[in-house]
Nanobody
Framework: QVQLVESGGGLVQPGGSLRLSCELS????????IGWFRQAPGKGREGLLC?????????NSADSVKGRFTISRDDAEKMAYLQMNSLEPEDTAAYYC????????????????????WGQGTQVTVSS
């Protein structure tokens, strides 16, 4: 049974940082690209960053988070991470990790429709 479980969300002040974690189980992680997405109330889902399944861990990033957010993965621990710095109130949203079967493919997509498995999400609120 495939499970993705996010953690690390919470309330943070503008300018602060958070690190989200995603624990993945039930799949051969080497075959999957991993992506982070978010959805704010009343808005559509937004792809933020993804990292390829290949050993070079190639990253694709949305312009809205370049220079502020980074993605990483630890296949041995079956974990993925989203480091978020310089947070702004506009970053308030539910954040989701997802896995996309892309065996031996050194790119990844920010289109959520391409992803096969999703976590339940973790809420991030940026407010003073």
């Amino acid at each position: 049974q495939v499970q993705l479980v996010e953690s690390g969300g919470g309330l943070v002040q503008p300018g602060g940082s958070l690190r989200l974690s995603c624990e993945l189980s039930g799949l051969t992680l080497d075959y999957y690209a991993i992506g982070w997405f978010r959805q704010a109330p009343g808005k559509g889902r937004e792809g933020l960053l993804c990292v390829s399944s290949t050993s070079d861990h190639r990253v694709n990033s949305a312009d809205s988070v370049k220079g502020r957010f980074t993605i990483s993965r630890d296949d041995a621990e079956k974990m993925a991470y989203l480091q978020m710095n310089s947070l702004e109130p506009e970053d308030t949203a539910a954040y989701y990790c997802a896995a996309d079967w892309k065996y031996s493919t050194n790119w990844c997509s920010l289109k959520g429709d391409e992803y096969d498995y999703w976590g339940q999400g973790t809420q991030v609120t940026v407010s003073s």
